[in-house]
């Protein structure tokens, strides 16, 4: 019983951190635009703006929820909710070394939940009843769902090395050596599909202001738009997270482990500041006909290698 009460309380401070992590990379990401486009970002509310993530997150959830007259409402309520969950709910199998959920198939986790956060999209895009929503929501669908399956293979590759699901156990093969030098191909290949997997730029087809007004987020107002928001953001620090333990030397106790996620967040955001939007078909084009069978390749060559190690050494 105890045990329960310190995971359930881990947990706790494991999301209320992640929720405020967020909300200074929303802060960090507008004063970051505001220099690229040669500006001042947010700096009245506190100290350099400090408190703006604060002033605004109060702002939208305390904003009047409008909602569509001909909306499903139960399932146009809940989407964003389940959204925001999933992506939370994705932090679980970050490695803890008290009580926590370090478990051994960790990365089968992340893979299977990250899948579920397709439909909270299609459902939030769909139950609106709006052509717009409904558009963005099934090019947001079509692009998560084309790079999950290079996600994957590329994650297979690195599990062949590694020969287990456990993510702490990428910290003991970067012991000595990182895997980006030995797979560099492979971790730009995950770094591009990570950034089309949180649907950021160059590759934020479901925001195509001009023939789509916002994407699937069209109709949402207040806390929804706020919850998506945040599911948004919580995958791009997660996702900079795992990149940091599968080729960037996985020690999650040294504060250098930190700086590495806080150095790949700020390239989510210069990536949105400096590329221009992709065209769709090359998006698709890249996911099937570039990523694909490179990622397949290179599975096939990791998978006889370590068959190949493991015939000699046994």
Not at 145 to 156: A, G, M
Request: hydrophobic content about 55%; aromatic content about 20%; overall charge neutral.
């Amino acid at each position: 019983m105890v045990d329960l009460i310190l995971m359930f309380l881990s947990s706790l401070i494991l999301i209320i951190c992640v929720l405020v992590g967020v909300a200074f990379l929303t802060l960090l990401e507008r004063k970051v635009l505001g220099y690229i486009q040669i500006r001042k970002g947010p700096n009245k509310l506190g100290f350099l703006g400090l408190l703006q993530p604060f002033s605004d997150g109060i702002k939208l959830f305390t904003k009047e929820q409008t909602y569509p007259f001909m909306s499903n409402f139960n399932l146009y309520y809940f989407s964003p909710v389940v959204n925001l969950f999933l992506s939370l709910l994705l932090w679980m199998c970050i490695p803890f070394f008290t009580v926590h959920f370090s478990f051994s198939l960790s990365l089968l986790f992340f893979l299977s939940v990250s899948s579920l956060g397709v439909y909270a999209i299609m459902l939030a895009g769909w139950s609106s009843n709006s052509n717009y929503a409904l558009l963005g929501s099934l090019r947001s669908v079509a692009q998560t769902i084309s790079y999950e399956v290079s996600l994957s293979l590329i994650l297979l590759s690195f599990l062949f090395l590694v020969l287990s699901l456990n993510i702490l156990d990428f910290m003991k093969f970067q012991e000595y050596l990182w895997f980006i030098f030995m797979l560099f191909p492979l971790s730009l290949m995950w770094l591009v599909s990570s950034l089309a997997e949180t649907n950021r730029t160059p590759f934020d087809f479901a925001e195509g202001e001009s023939e789509l007004v916002s994407g699937f987020n069209v109709e949402y107002s207040s806390g929804g738009f706020a919850m998506i928001f945040l599911a948004e953001y919580s995958n791009i620090l997660f996702m900079s997270a795992i990149c940091c333990m599968m080729f960037l030397g996985a020690n999650v106790l040294s504060f250098l482990f930190f700086l590495k996620v806080g150095c790949l967040s700020f390239f989510w955001i210069w990536a949105r500041g400096t590329l221009p939007r992709f065209r769709y078909d090359k998006l698709m084009y890249l996911a099937w006909k570039g990523y694909l069978p490179i990622s397949l390749n290179y599975l096939i060559f990791f998978f006889s290698l370590s068959l190949l190690l493991f015939t000699y050494f046994v």
